[in-house]
């Protein structure tokens, strides 16, 4: 028998290559180690393809995450991380396949790059959201930056990673996405987070407030009128006081009380 990594390797080779040489739409379809066509998806452009897998111990068996990546790699590196996890799958090569399958049925998230060749990310988002549609998304760029993440995170994704992935980021990222996806907005939550911000200095919410206008460290201390080090100093005594683990959590935080940091920014001196 073949080893679990060796069967879902051939498993998503043979499957991919069915797709290689197809116009996008193309789409592959995987699901906890069983690889083919669906009801809404062309049978000739898949290999029907059973291999079993390890499924997790938990799996979240009434999610599908859809991937949208032209980066053949890429694509199937992350669906190969995600099946074996024991999350079911369907990767996509171009924006356009994954808006063509919608509506959907079942509860969706969606993993797409910043940009792929007939649209990025933030249109993506945007396309999303005039349509009415509530997708959790993760985005992905191997040239990300600050700006680029606050522009996601604004347009309406809830997390932003920087490739290469490392499978440990990829699935802590996607089970925070499911956890809030379990749950239901709360005012205490609010509360916790508006008693964070107000423990922050002006000089920190100023340094916040740079973050989240997708500045640079330089930026902000040309700004500022302070050096980079004061910067950096400041920004980790910011993450460290909103309890924030990384940059993208501590957007998400800001942007939930975007309204209060400006109020309270507007109102503070600033401390050095």
Known sequence: ?????????????????????SACPATLDASRGRLGSTA??????????????RRSPSPANDLTIHIVDDEDMSRRSVAFALVSAGFTVRAHRCATSFLDLL????????????RTHDMDAIELLERLRQAGFDVPTIVISGHGNIAAAVQTMKAGAADFLE?????ERLL?????????????????????IAARLRQLTGRERQVLAGVLDGLQNKMIAHRLGISSRTVEV??????????????AQLMRMALMIEALMIEALDASPAHL
């Open 1 to 21: 028998m073949l080893k679990e990594r060796e069967a879902a390797d051939i498993a998503m080779r043979a499957s991919c290559s069915s797709v290689e040489g």
């Open 40 to 53: 809404r998806h062309d049978s000739s452009r898949s290999i029907p393809l059973h291999v079993p897998l």
């Open 103 to 114: 509506p959907v049925s079942e509860s969706i998230c969606l993993i797409t790059d910043l």
């Open 163 to 167: 490739k290469p992935l490392k499978k």
């Open 172 to 192: 802590t990222a996607v089970n925070q996405l499911l956890a809030r996806r379990r749950q239901s907005p709360a005012a205490p939550n609010f509360e916790r």
């Open 234 to 247: 400041h920004r980790a005594n910011a993450m460290a006081k909103m309890e924030a683990r990384n940059l």
